[in-house]
């Protein structure tokens, strides 16, 4: 524990006119007052104000931001109350203790909406006087020093998610690099032991390569710069675990370069020997391109000034080097610290560097409630994600609006496969449950589960998204290859043919497919008929589709009559042209239609809304009007439906199974609209008549999976 008299030396030495007196008396008073209070670590409560007080030296701040931070805690801790502290130390100390002491109480509400709240009154306790500030992110920093001595871990937690979200960030806006990196490592400490630990482990590893490698390299500049006659301050420091973990999260590498670990510092005496320095490394290492950033002529929002560029350096790594004056490196690691106006007492905001205050502020006026004002003012390394932890404490970076889904396939594909449920900070939550910052997710699984089709709709996280989908794709292409096959089977059957696999594996080249399923689906699907397939595999079979051979004749099943059945079921076609049906909209009968000539292809029909027209907008030539023969007589024979059948497993299959087991033949099948729960679909059944297609309808009512049938009319 520091002692008053080096308390006392300390101030001195940067501000020789201090109060002394003032100092010693507030000393006293909150030693008395905290009396035999002790913290968790079993050191008097005391030691905690005096230590705040000593990081405040550090940043040389005037006597009544030392003051402050030695009362800090009287008037939450103690009874004394805030009149006491006036009577004693005068108002201005009286109002920066009490703009902490609000802080403070506030911290100890940590749900959103207060959270949000907290930040609010943060922000404007801050405005009046950053004095308060910085003295709530000494506090801060203390506490988070001593974080390990404090038993419970849901309190540590606590603290250490605040501090990332909240205080660190607020550092870093204020331009308090120092404070900002020891807050977040930590925080990273009590969040993520376990990647923390690997990543020293990681460095302790590097180092044995070349430990003294680092302080070559720092003599090398230097003796390099001095040749040029520049004369500075080399020195390379260690990136904070934390920092080099975040920077393995967003580019996904391993680190290997010394520029991911170290930076190098070269501080020098003013503006011009900054780029004096710069060009005389860029003349003797080879420059990394992308690297070089002027912050010097264009500062940070915080006031951050300073030269990167990145090297092939002297020990021929890759390394990362800023070059800044004295006064620059003293705003860089102090921020708004290192500008202080002790003497004139101006503590307000202003000044250029503070403009994202102000602009903060103009937010809280104008933001309606406070969440609104959190989503604005939440840093931007969080404000697209949301931090979760596995049960064993790894972190687990989401993006916003993430699930347990996506926890899920975050932490692993097959857990994410197979998930059914999950427990969030140890309750059973639905898998759809938006998971909030610090949630601890424990992922339920099943061997028997896989991906609901679902899951697509409430997913955020890219993995999650493409491992869904694929699963869909798979099941879908399952389900069109079962009626595919039956499909063609019936076909095959009506010729007398047998379909095999062989049969088809020979003509998977002219239907540009790998094999025998995936051709089995794209008949499925309706990309090419049954009747297709049947003639390229037996070209000596008709031409002419049967539905389109059969329509709107009477069908003449084994009644030898189908060669009579040549006529054109379209109007408005030269009689001899060739007419081909479009693979692109399956044009069905009843449909309206249009016809494109193609050169040497005859004429191919399309439905009039099919999207392949708008490339033929510019020919009107090739334009044929035509039309479906109408034929009363037969019309009852092709009975179209429109069906509503579930997207299921087999659902497809079904289908065909039920109007086969009926005698009905489905000459044609479209679906028209597809949705993760639903097939919509016109399914055209050959009939012997009304009540047969009545049977066939009754029978698929009766099927669970099939959830409409209506006759389609139009
Ligand atoms: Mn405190």
């Known amino acids: 524990m520091m002692r008053q008299l080096e308390l006392i030396e300390r101030i001195k030495a940067y501000d020789p006119g201090a109060d002394e007196e003032l100092v010693n008396r507030a000393y006293v008073y909150a030693m008395k007052l905290h009396g035999a209070q002790t913290r968790e670590s079993g050191d008097p409560y005391f030691s905690h104000p005096i230590e705040v007080a000593g990081i405040l030296t550090d940043l040389k701040l005037d006597e009544s931001s030392i003051v402050t931070a030695l009362l800090h ?50 922000v404007l306790a801050m405005s009046e006087d950053i004095r308060v500030l910085l003295v709530k992110l000494a506090d801060r920093l203390h506490n988070m020093q001593t974080l390990h001595y404090v038993q419970s871990p849901e309190k540590r937690r606590r603290i250490a998610r605040e501090t990332m979200e909240i205080y660190a960030p607020l550092a870093e806006r204020i331009g308090m690099q120092r404070f900002k990196d020891e807050l977040l490592d930590l925080a990273f400490a009590e969040l993520n032991p376990d990647g923390r630990a690997s ?82 490394l860029h003349g003797r290492y080879p420059v990394v391109p992308g690297r070089f950033k002027d912050y010097i002529s264009t500062p940070k929002p915080n006031g951050y000034q300073s030269v990167h560029t990145g090297l092939i350096g002297p020990e021929r790594q890759r390394i990362e080097v800023q070059i800044r004056t004295r006064e620059m490196h003293d705003v860089a690691e102090l921020g708004v610290a290192a500008h202080w106006k002790f003497k004139q007492g101006d503590f307000k905001i202003d000044g250029r560097q503070y403009r994202w205050l102000r602009e903060l502020l103009d937010i809280l006026e104008h933001a309606s409630n406070p969440e609104e004002f959190l989503e604005h003012t939440k840093l931007e390394m969080f404000q697209d994600q949301v931090f979760c932890f ?133 008949v499925g699907k309706g990309n090419h008929t049954a009747r297709e397939v049947l003639v390229a595999v037996f070209p000596g079979v008709k031409q002419v589709a049967r539905s389109m051979r059969v329509w709107p004749f009477r069908r003449g099943r084994g009644r030898g009559d189908k060669a009579k059945t040549a006529k054109l079921p379209i109007k408005g076609l030269i009689p001899g042209m060739a007419v081909h049906y479009a693979q692109c909209c399956h044009p069905l009968p009843g449909e309206r239609i249009v016809g494109i000539v193609t050169t040497g292809k ?74 993760v729960d639903f097939f919509e679909m016109l399914v055209d059944v050959e009939v012997q008549d009304a009540k047969h297609l009545s049977n066939i309808m009754a029978a698929l009512r009766a099927t669970p999976v099939i959830t409409s049938v209506e006759r389609a009319r139009r």
């Open 199 to 280: 990543i020293l482990a990681r460095l302790e590893f590097l180092k044995g390569d070349g430990d003294d490698l680092p302080p070559r390299i720092v003599d090398q500049l230097k003796s390099g710069l001095a040749e040029d006659g520049v004369e500075a301050d080399v020195s390379g420091r260690m990136k904070t675990p934390y920092s080099i973990w975040t920077k393995m999260l967003h580019k996904d590498v391993a680190f290997e370069q010394l520029s991911d670990i170290m930076a190098f510092r070269i501080v020098v005496a003013d503006v011009s020997e900054c780029y004096r320095a710069l060009g005389a």
């Open 602 to 675: 005859g004429v191919t029909v399309h439905t009039i809304d099919c999207e392949t027209l708008e490339s033929f907008q510019d020919t009107p030539e090739r334009w044929v009007d035509i039309a479906w023969e109408v034929d009363e007589e037969s019309e009852s024979l092709i009975g179209r439906l429109h069906l509503m059948v579930a997207n299921e497993p087999g659902s497809l299959g079904d289908l065909s199974t039920i109007i086969g087991k009926n005698h009905g033949n489905i000459s044609n099948l479209k679906i028209t609209n597809r949705s």
């Open 390 to 522: 596995t049960p064993k404490g790894d972190l687990i970076a989401l993006p916003d609006g993430a699930t347990p889904v996506d926890f899920a396939y975050a932490v692993h594909s097959e857990i994410g496969d197979t998930c059914v449920g999950a427990k969030v900070n140890g309750r059973i939550m639905p898998l759809r449950n938006k998971l909030q910052n610090g949630d601890q997710v424990e992922i339920l699984t099943s061997k028997a589960q896989t991906p609901s089709p679902d899951w697509e709709k409430f997913v955020v996280s890219g993995k999650a998204k493409a491992r869904i989908r694929r699963f869909i794709h798979l099941k879908e292409r399952e389900q069109y290859g079962t009626l595919g096959r039956q499909m063609l089977e019936k076909a095959f059957r009506e010729e007398d043919y047998e379909l095999t696999n062989k049969a088809l594996a020979g003509v998977l080249k002219k239907f540009r497919c790998t094999g025998v399923d995936e051709l089995c689906a794209l």
């Open 73 to 122: 805690d009287l008037v939450e801790d103690t009874d004394t109350s805030l009149e006491d502290i006036e009577r004693m130390f005068g108002p201005e100390i009286a109002r920066l203790v009490d703009g902490v002491t609000k802080l403070t109480r506030l911290e100890l509400q940590s749900e959103q909406t207060r959270h949000a709240e907290n930040f609010r009154k943060l």
